[in-house]
């Protein structure tokens, strides 16, 4: 799973969204390193549709523009469940590595730092 | 005219699955972001823009055949690419002069007509030497009369012929950058004297084959992303699929001759002779190669034609797949609130 795809899916989870406030929430989970385009958003968005990871919500009409909210289905939260639990293994792996790493560097001890 | 239909025309740059599902929404979202005044900048268009072009490009995610079956799409493009660019080069070559009168002229006074052959881009004149005339002297004369005409000559070279002297003949070859000539004045019994004319290669040609190779890539490789996502969203998908696959197989046999074809005429050989284009490969079976002494594969393959039938059964079955792969799509729309 790629990261856009991630953090939209992780944006879905706490409520249902429209394409702006999904691209809003987008750079705030990813503290503005991830930021959506339209373009870029429908696409993922229609691609996570087929799979059947999300689904549309609701519409609404807001000062004449279409509004059309998504949320996560239950197989989306599964998908991100699980992609979730994946990082964070991987990111406990490489804590690790880096304690082992601080430790073999500790002076005194033969090797040092690589 | 609302600010939706105004940048209605930016969405042509999308897919027309995306551009049914998500246009509105995709103006919306940009009107969005321009913030209060909902005036989006001219960079906030073309990005729109670029990301639907770049949408075209995309296959659907996770599934192997379809890049398969893509890149035997974008290759099948090349060809036909190639073939339509050969044939639009193929106007730009210069037709031959009518062998006759152009003969007449040359080897007029020095021999008799005998026969004539004239197509577009070859023609040939067969004459016979008038009683007491030397060959030598005649393709001597000839040439003179054509450099008279500006017509640029190698020597008279005498060649050819065993000890009996047979088929020992003097000959040229001139050329005025459009059309070349070759002159063979015989010492045999006949007393033979054959013009022969075909067109030289003009310099727009090669382009145009290579112009049409690259829409033909692209060409191949977007007409397949719109079809595998028909195909993965069709309730038919194994039925259109399978036909696609067949189109495609059926496709990459005259794919193939095209591209031999390509090989053998990039090295332009016009100045010899050959004249040859590209797009007649599909004009012959995929076991024909412009080198004569060279067949590729099984004898079945050599019947004639076997390339058209082969490209218009392939052309057929890949339509077939698309109308078969209609099936389903509406009801997968993810636009309508009570599915979800």
Do not use: C
Not at chain 1, 20 to 35: K, P, Q
Not at chain 2, 219 to 245: E, K
Not at chain 2, 313 to 332: K, Q, S
């Amino acid at each position: 799973m790629q990261e856009p795809t991630f953090l939209i899916l992780a944006a879905l989870a706490a409520q249902p969204l429209h394409g702006y406030g999904i691209i809003l929430s987008v750079t705030a989970l990813s503290e503005g390193e991830v930021r959506l385009r339209p373009g870029t958003l429908y696409g993922a968005l229609d691609r996570l549709a087929d799979e059947g990871l999300i689904v549309v919500d609701r519409e609404e009409a807001v000062g004449g523009r279409l509004r059309r909210y998504y949320r996560l289905s239950d197989s989306g939260a599964a998908a991100l469940a699980t992609q979730a639990e994946r990082l964070r293994l991987h990111a406990a792996a490489a804590e690790t590595q880096l304690r082992r790493r601080q430790d073999a560097g500790r002076p005194g001890l033969a090797g040092g730092a690589a | 005219m609302t600010a939706q239909d105004r940048h209605a025309s930016l969405l042509l740059a999308y897919p027309v699955r995306l551009r049914r599902r998500h246009g509105a929404e995709l103006i919306a979202t940009m009107l969005e972001m321009a913030g209060p005044d909902g005036r989006p900048t001219r960079t906030d268009r073309w990005r729109l823009v670029l990301d639907g072009l770049r949408e075209r490009f995309r296959l659907p995610p996770r599934r192997p055949l379809a890049v398969v079956a893509a890149v035997l799409a974008l290759l099948v493009g090349g060809a036909l690419g190639a073939a339509a660019g050969s044939w639009a080069g193929m106007w730009t070559f210069a037709e031959v002069p009518a062998p006759g009168p152009m003969a007449d002229r040359v080897l007029g006074a020095d021999s008799v007509p005998d026969s004539l052959t004239q197509s577009r881009f070859w023609s040939g004149s067969d004459r016979l030497l008038k009683p007491g005339v030397d060959a030598t002297a005649a393709a001597d004369s000839a040439r003179a009369r054509m450099v008279a005409d500006g017509w640029t000559a190698t020597p008279v070279v005498v060649s050819g012929g065993g000890a009996d002297g047979r088929y020992r003949r003097a000959s040229f070859q001139a050329g005025n950058g459009r059309v070349g000539v070759r002159v063979d004045s015989y010492y045999s019994e006949d007393h033979q004297i054959d013009l022969g004319g075909w067109s030289l290669r003009p310099p727009a040609y090669l382009p145009l084959v290579f112009a049409g190779l690259l829409l033909g890539l692209l060409g191949g490789w977007l007409a397949a992303t719109a079809l595998a996502y028909r195909i993965a969203g069709s309730f038919r998908r194994r039925a259109s699929a399978g036909v696609a696959a067949a189109g495609l197989a059926l496709l990459a046999l005259p794919a193939a001759s095209v591209y031999v074809f390509l090989v053998e005429t990039v090295p332009d050989r016009s100045g010899l002779g050959a004249v040859e284009f590209v797009h007649r490969a599909l004009g012959n079976s995929p076991a024909y190669t412009l080198n004569w002494w060279q067949t590729l594969g099984p004898s079945w393959l050599t019947a004639p034609y076997a390339n058209k039938v082969l490209l218009l059964a392939g052309l057929a079955a890949v339509a077939g797949a698309a109308i078969i792969g209609r099936a389903g799509r509406a009801t997968r729309e993810p636009a309508d609130p009570q599915a979800a």
